[in-house]
């Protein structure tokens, strides 16, 4: 009974490592997949560029403001760490460059408020993290499928640099447990009504995940968190003009 005992636990223990390596491997390709698709995309934005001031072909700029409600959750590796959502908001204005029929590249620049429920050893932690956000992103409109209305998709890499913090003494050293520049991938999609010439209001849904981890290594007092990577879920109104 004892021998049969013994050959369930290590039956048991094989699976549990097998699992947690398997799940390592998800992850790390995960990562690897999502810093190709940013170089494909940065490569893809220099390349366009180039041949709009080759072929010498005229620029259409338009401008606009968003609001963006968000939800972001969060995904920690290490022992006692867990980290639960909350709810944050992104606003600021961004510049398309129509540089082909449908076709257009956007910058912006946002504040980001990125909050989470953090909680290490059974000691929990509100933090509260401010960015400016600068998104590089591919915009790609569809024809009017409707009267003045558009269906729109994007792509993009989003450059963060951190504002402020509130990280307490206990967790990091000079209260700084995050990473001044954040890097995140971003898709999505959305409607766009023109109610007047050149005028439109847009709805759109998107989701971003961070590339690398946001924590800093060298200021992180407690070593059982090792990583930290965020999504974020938003919703998104706006006005082009």
Same mark, same amino acid.
Request: hydrophobic residues 40%.
């Given at each position: 009974?004892?021998?049969?005992?013994?050959?369930?636990?290590?039956?048991?223990?094989?699976?549990?490592?097998?699992?947690?390596?398997?799940?390592?491997?998800?992850?790390?390709?995960?990562?690897?997949?999502?810093?190709?698709?940013?170089?494909? #995309?940065?490569? %893809?934005?220099?390349?366009?560029? !180039?041949?709009? +001031?080759?072929?010498?072909?005229? /620029?259409? $700029?338009? @401008?606009?403001?968003?609001?963006?409600?968000?939800?972001?959750?969060?995904?920690?590796?290490?022992?006692?760490?867990?980290?639960?959502?909350?709810?944050?908001?992104?606003?600021?204005?961004?510049?398309?460059?129509?540089?082909?029929?449908?076709?257009?590249?956007?910058?912006? #620049?946002?504040? %980001?408020?990125?909050?989470?429920? !953090?909680?290490? +050893?059974?000691?929990?932690?509100? /933090?509260? $993290?401010? @960015?400016?956000?600068?998104?590089?992103?591919?915009?790609?409109?569809?024809?009017?499928?409707?009267?003045?209305?558009?269906?729109?998709?994007?792509?993009?890499?989003?450059?963060?640099?951190?504002?402020?913090?509130?990280?307490?003494?206990?967790?990091?050293?000079?209260?700084? #447990?995050?990473?001044?520049?954040?890097?995140?991938?971003?898709?999505?999609?959305?409607?766009?009504?023109?109610?007047?010439?050149?005028?439109?209001?847009?709805?759109?849904?998107?989701?971003?995940?961070?590339?690398?981890?946001?924590?800093?290594?060298?200021?992180?007092?407690?070593?059982?968190?090792?990583?930290?990577?965020?999504?974020?879920?938003?919703?998104?109104?706006?006005?082009?003009?």
């Amino acid at each position: 009974m004892k021998m049969h005992l013994k050959v369930f636990d290590f039956i048991a223990q094989r699976s549990v490592i097998r699992n947690s390596s398997s799940v390592r491997s998800i992850d790390f390709i995960l990562k690897k997949l999502k810093i190709k698709i940013s170089k494909f #995309l940065i490569t %893809f934005f220099l390349l366009n560029i !180039l041949c709009f +001031k080759a072929n010498g072909e005229d /620029l259409e $700029i338009r @401008y606009g403001v968003k609001l963006s409600p968000l939800y972001s959750t969060f995904n920690t590796e290490g022992k006692e760490c867990s980290c639960k959502g909350a709810l944050g908001f992104e606003a600021g204005f961004f510049t398309d460059f129509i540089f082909r029929t449908n076709h257009a590249i956007d910058i912006g #620049l946002y504040y %980001f408020m990125n909050r989470m429920n !953090l909680k290490i +050893k059974n000691e929990d932690y509100k /933090l509260n $993290i401010s @960015y400016l956000n600068l998104p590089l992103l591919l915009k790609f409109h569809s024809n009017e499928f409707w009267i003045d209305t558009q269906i729109f998709l994007f792509t993009g890499i989003v450059f963060g640099y951190k504002l402020a913090e509130n990280t307490p003494e206990e967790i990091a050293d000079n209260k700084k #447990l995050f990473k001044t520049i954040r890097t995140s991938f971003i898709i999505g999609g959305g409607i766009e009504y023109e109610f007047a010439m050149s005028t439109s209001a847009f709805l759109e849904f998107g989701y971003k995940t961070d590339i690398f981890d946001i924590t800093n290594p060298k200021k992180k007092k407690d070593i059982t968190l090792k990583s930290l990577y965020g999504h974020s879920f938003l919703i998104t109104l706006g006005i082009r003009f």
